[in-house]
């Protein structure tokens, strides 16, 4: 009986291995634009600040309905924001100081 359990058990993680080193491989990015806001403004800021938590989302998972994976979503998205969060103060301190097109006022959120 062990035998067969044991072997069923490899047999089951090997079926999920391709999946997640495939996945884990695969870079995972979402661009966030702060074109068309003033982010001298806190309305700016906070628009801003809204479309950078909905980027994380998309590239790391929502943290409800998946209690099997929620550690590794919540990971994600701890790690993403403190990487988002010194984007978005460089963004925000550099605003104004130079003319950047609209297809350049954007940050990029990459999850590996």
């Given at each position: 009986m062990t035998k067969i359990f044991s072997t069923a058990a490899i047999a089951l993680a090997a079926t999920f291995l391709p999946?997640?080193?495939?996945?884990?491989?695969?870079?995972r990015s979402a661009d966030v634009s702060f074109a068309g806001l003033d982010l001298s403004s806190e309305a700016g800021q906070?628009?801003?600040?809204r479309r950078i938590e909905n980027a994380?989302?998309?590239v790391c998972g929502s943290l409800t309905g998946k209690p099997t994976f929620d550690g590794a979503v919540r990971q994600c998205h701890k790690e993403t924001?403190?990487?988002?969060?010194?984007?978005?103060?460089?963004?925000?301190?550099n605003y104004g100081r130079?003319?950047?097109a609209e297809s350049e006022r954007k940050i990029r959120l990459v999850v590996r």
């Open positions: 999946l997640s080193a495939s996945s884990a491989a695969e870079p906070a628009i801003f600040d994380v989302e998309a924001r403190i990487t988002a969060r010194k984007s978005r103060d460089l963004a925000i301190a130079g003319r950047l």
